[in-house]
């Protein structure tokens, strides 16, 4: 006798096909999406982590050419310095060791920013080996590679000033074929055969003139040559307190900095000299204590190129030999108002990086002030 299915109850219904596959494969359909979305879940994390070590190589890229300050201020670019102006800031040493561990897909930037901050501190040599080993090493990169079209850029200026006299729009020059690599290279030996005209020239410390070194707590030291022939009042009075027991400007910390703003492109100077600037604590310091050396106004007729050392002025047209500013920068400004009596001969990329200590938000703003944390002299040696 067969088996009969069961004859639906008077009122109901009897399940439809879909619903008996359904109740059927429920668990397995449930199993699947719930695969489906923890893969897509895992995937998702793995893709952030893998996304998140890029981020974080091309922004370690980004802060070692100073690329980052383009993106973390705020003023117009018309107000922002130039990325090689940028690369100027940073240590030669801190490139290096960037472009050393950076992926191929960083390191050529990174050699390129190496070649123009070599260049901006004249080292030749070095410039030059980094274009070598970008061309050697990734010779089909854009940066190496020859094109018909040039980039050409302009500089950015405010569109609310209002010009004294007609401008003329920006007239592109002619394309020439090329690559950033041959024209950093025709830069390099365009800035190798500038001279200055003569009455342009620096006059430099004689070989045999009398040096002093100092040293700072921060590592920094750096080497002033004397002037005797243009200001030997100053250079004697500076000598003889050089040659004090253990210095006398020793344990004395750099009281003030100043370094150009987005505002204004001052040079970047150091002062140092302010006896009271030895105390650990300081709200007892003092910059209204007159000077101990006072001495007659020498006119030195000396310029302030970068490294000149200057006596800070005193009232009634005097100067100082016992505080004195550094300028690290050209600073054509002071010219005349104050008397220089030597140049940093030896270690003035170590005056710059003092005056690119850090400081307080307000004094940053204002491109003056005191470093954050005390940069003592912890030497100082006539030699």
């Not at 695969?35 to 893709?47: Q, R």
Request: net charge negative; with cysteine.
């Amino acid at each position: 006798m067969s088996a009969q299915p069961p004859q639906a109850l008077e009122g109901s219904q009897a399940p439809s096909q879909i619903e008996f596959l359904w109740e059927r494969y429920r668990p397995w359909v449930l199993a699947i999406v719930v695969g489906v979305f923890a893969a897509l879940g895992v995937n998702y994390v793995l893709k952030y982590l893998d996304q998140k070590k890029v981020d974080a190589a091309w922004s370690g890229l980004a802060t070692a050419v100073k690329l980052d300050a383009a993106y973390t201020k705020e003023e117009p670019s018309y107000l922002q310095a130039s990325l090689a102006e940028e690369i100027e800031k940073v240590d030669l040493a801190k490139i290096e060791a960037a472009a050393a561990s950076a992926s191929d897909a960083q390191k050529p930037f990174l050699l390129l920013a190496l070649a123009r901050k070599a260049m901006g501190v004249a080292d030749w040599a070095r410039a030059e080996s980094a274009l070598a080993e970008l061309e050697s090493k990734f010779p089909n990169h854009s940066l190496v590679k020859t094109s018909g079209y040039p980039l050409q850029t302009r500089e950015q200026v405010d569109p609310k000033a209002k010009p004294t006299t007609p401008q003329k729009p920006p007239e592109l020059k002619p394309a020439a074929a090329g690559s950033a690599v041959g024209r950093m290279r025709e830069q390099i030996a365009a800035a190798r055969n500038y001279s200055r005209p003569e009455h342009f020239q620096q006059i430099k410390p004689h070989q045999d003139a009398a040096r002093v070194r100092f040293e700072f707590s921060n590592g920094a030291a750096f080497v002033i040559a004397m002037m005797p022939d243009y200001a030997p009042k100053h250079v004697e009075a500076f000598l003889a307190l050089a040659a004090q027991e253990g210095g006398y400007w020793k344990d004395m910390a750099v009281d003030e900095i100043l370094r150009p703003t987005t505002f204004g492109q001052q040079p970047r100077e150091m002062h140092l000299g302010f006896a009271t600037t030895r105390e650990d604590d300081r709200t007892k310091w003092t910059t209204t204590d007159p000077s101990s050396q006072v001495l007659d106004f020498e006119a030195s007729d000396l310029s302030h190129f970068a490294g000149a050392v200057s006596g800070r002025n005193e009232a009634d047209g005097k100067s100082c030999a016992d505080r004195f500013w550094v300028v690290a920068d050209d600073a054509p400004r002071h010219d005349g108002e104050r008397v220089i009596f030597g140049f940093v001969v030896e270690g003035l990329d170590q005056v710059r990086r003092i005056c690119e200590e850090s400081m307080s938000a307000q004094e940053e703003q204002a491109g003056r002030g005191r470093p954050t944390e005390n940069i003592r002299v912890t030497a100082v040696t006539v030699l």
